[in-house]
């Protein structure tokens, strides 16, 4: 084995060592995601999503079980399986070529379901329909990189797909930006007029969605960097292995924040439908469509029910105030 160290460009831990603490960081978020799911199937609130967010929650869980399995075999594969040859050690296996494959399949999906919050936020099918483009290209891109990967026996000839995998990664953080700033502006637009607990909320929604994407767009840029500046070492499949886990943590967690939303509302003396129709002096709201809009959005949007069929015009008109 000490000749074949000697006659790679990298040493060896540039090798595996990013494999063993790609594994450890992926298996520890996939932990984090379980508690999620566990904390979403035991609330009740579920029985109020729609049968497809449900379904995509089943999805996450599969897809994301079995990636993590996988690099769990991938560290069997390195540390029993091929102990003593030193020819695999500089061979491709075929879980780190999946890697593209899987984490699209976690995060395509997710990728839909924020544009279709976006969707619900600003009323334009022209911009659902770019973000999809986008989400679409992003998911064919890793798909083709992992087809061409799987050609791939020895794992320096990797690097002539950098221009592949930097197109995907690239498109991957476009998404996540424009997804990211498109609902951090709706939900700032539509802010204007709103009662003072309920902009709080707002806020709230807003930086937890800013915290999330930082946290993938922080991976996706690592993956760039390291996977262009060091494309003979595996130093990128310590931000790429757990890419899908990080997509699941964020959609699981927009899902179990419904509960703590609903008691902030509470808190309130007014339902939520009336206190986003009051307002001191109507004039100083643009439009009633605004308020209502805001409250079908993390009612019925945020909180993801599943009566999608709810339209803005349904809340209560303000009653006249004798004032």
């Not at 000839?157 to 609902?183: C, F, H, I, K, Q």
């Not at 209502?292 to 809340?315: C, M, V, Y």
Request: proline fraction near 5%; charged fraction near 15%.
């Amino acid at each position: 084995m000490s000749s074949t160290t000697m006659s790679t460009p990298m040493p060896i831990k540039l090798l595996l060592g990013p494999i063993l603490v790609g594994t450890i960081l992926n298996t520890c978020l996939y932990g984090i995601c379980v508690s999620q799911f566990t904390t979403y199937f035991l609330s009740k609130r579920r029985l109020e999503d729609s049968i497809v967010v449900r379904y995509l929650v089943v999805w996450e869980g599969i897809i994301n079980t079995f990636h993590t399995a996988l690099f769990v075999y991938l560290i069997w594969l390195y540390m029993v399986d091929n102990y003593l040859n030193g020819a695999f050690v500089l061979s491709a296996p075929w879980p780190i070529t999946a890697v593209p494959l899987l984490t699209t399949l976690s995060a395509t999906p997710i990728q839909i379901f924020m544009a279709y919050r976006v969707l619900r936020l600003s009323q334009s099918p022209l911009l659902f329909a770019f973000l999809a483009i986008i989400t679409l290209t992003n998911g064919a891109i890793a798909v083709v990189t992992s087809v061409l990967a799987f050609a791939v026996h020895i794992y320096y000839d990797g690097s002539r797909l950098t221009p592949l995998v930097n197109s995907w990664v690239a498109v991957m953080l476009l998404n996540d930006l424009s997804l990211t700033m498109s609902l951090v502006f709706y939900l700032n637009k539509n802010r204007t007029g709103l009662f003072h607990k309920t902009k709080n909320i707002v806020r709230r929604l807003t930086r937890s969605t800013l915290e999330s994407a930082a946290f993938g767009s922080l991976f996706s840029i690592m993956v760039l960097i390291t996977f262009t500046k060091f494309p003979k070492t595996a130093l990128h499949l310590v931000f790429s292995a757990p890419m899908g886990r990080i997509y699941a943590s964020t959609l699981l967690s927009t899902l179990n924040r419904r509960e703590s939303l609903r008691e902030d509302l509470a808190g309130t003396n007014l339902e939520f439908g009336e206190s986003l129709n009051f307002h001191a002096d109507p004039s100083s709201c643009p439009s009633n469509t605004t308020a209502s809009t805001i409250a079908a959005n993390i009612t019925q949007d945020q909180e993801l029910e599943a009566d999608s069929s709810r339209k803005p015009s349904d809340f209560s008109k303000p009653e006249e105030s004798s004032v």
